[in-house]
């Protein structure tokens, strides 16, 4: 077992041991922050003294070729790990599936953002290692939040995706369902201090990371869609230079937010409904390059599923993430409704 860690590098540790380490270090760095390594792609900082009662838990690589938010985490462990960056929140950060960085793709057997909330074991059980993985990461989750210090802390999630296709809105936010709580105005600001104003409200459970979090947890957490797939090095780290600045504002500052939400500078989707490929011959009658959030008018074919023709309900009924080669009973696509920001119950 290894327990003690002086590589170069967090990122390239975790891509050399792609599906787990036999790893359990707990090492104090000069600033007096303690780093604990748990797994391969799993590292949790704890601050000598910390200024909010704050747990942060930052997830990359659920689907392995997204590949910005995967140098955001590097960046971001490498400057706690040298102290460049002084570190007054407790964090837990998460490679998911270095597999699936190994060979630049979504993943290697399975999505795995449909392995969690316990769907890892169920129907044939954990017959490939993404679901192995996924069992695995949601214990380090469970850890991370149990071992926290007593008392009331605040507890925030952020899943860090690109998405395969353009989108109408460079960057979004999904806001998993809260099982009925209101909307919170601080996490929407903080969402806009991260350079994300489009939010999109899941109606119903879902088998996400981010939803887990919340179901399990009772924390604050987001799948946040950060642009546009790109290969590693290829990516203009400019267009994330406000949600990378923001997130260091979280590790070093805290959650806190200045002044009132403005309402008018969000837009808000919600769920308007899923369609799933029932049949083997299901088609979409869009181009396939179609961007996120493109919306239709009431009566227009968006596919066809067997013979039956799957229509818009609505003028504006907009789809997001389109994808015709699901498994059989799975989502093909979303659509979505703008709704006004004054309309949400939030507190
Ligand atoms: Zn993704």
Redesign the pocket.
């Given at each position: 077992m290894i327990t003690e860690f002086s590589e170069q590098n967090f990122l390239e540790f975790t891509r050399e041991n792609e599906w787990g380490a036999d790893i359990q270090v707990e090492q104090q760095l000069a600033n007096g922050v303690t780093m604990q390594i748990w797994d391969s792609g799993v590292v949790v900082f704890t601050p000598a003294t910390e200024t909010h009662a704050f747990d942060l838990v930052l997830s990359c690589a659920?689907?392995g070729d997204?590949t910005a938010p995967i140098e955001i985490c590097d960046e971001l462990i490498e400057s706690i790990r040298s102290g460049e960056l002084t570190l007054n929140s407790r964090v837990l950060f998460l490679i998911a599936n270095p597999a699936a960085i190994n060979i630049g793709k979504?993943f290697v057997e399975e999505n795995m953002?449909r392995l969690f909330s316990g769907a890892h074991s169920k129907g044939e059980g954990l017959v490939n290692r993404e679901r192995v993985r996924a069992k695995a990461i949601e214990g380090y989750v469970r850890q991370f939040f149990s071992t926290a210090p007593a008392g009331e802390r605040q507890r925030l999630h952020y899943d860090m995706?690109?998405?395969i296709r353009d989108s109408k809105h460079e960057k979004f936010a999904v806001y998993p369902y809260t099982n009925g709580a209101p909307y919170k105005k601080q996490q929407l600001q903080l969402l806009q201090l991260l350079d994300v104003p489009v939010v999109l409200l899941h109606d119903g459970p879902t088998t996400t990371f981010s939803y887990f979090s919340v179901n399990e947890f009772g924390a604050d957490a987001f799948t946040l869609?950060l642009g546009k797939v790109k290969p590693f090095g290829e990516n203009d780290m400019q267009r994330f230079a406000k949600t990378k600045q923001q997130l260091t504002r979280l590790l070093t500052v805290g959650p806190m937010v200045d002044g009132e939400l403005q309402a008018d500078a969000l837009q808000i989707y919600k769920v308007q409904r899923s369609i799933n490929r029932n049949h083997e011959n299901f088609r979409l009658h869009f181009p396939d390059n179609v961007a996120n959030f493109t919306p239709f008018n009431k009566g227009d074919v968006l596919a066809t599923d067997g013979e039956e023709p799957v229509h818009a309900n609505i003028d504006g009924e907009a789809v997001i993430f389109p994808n015709a080669n699901v498994a059989i009973g799975q989502r093909a696509l979303l659509t979505v409704m703008p709704i006004p920001a004054e309309q949400l119950p939030l507190v």
């Open positions: 659920v689907h997204e979504r953002n995706h690109t998405a869609e």
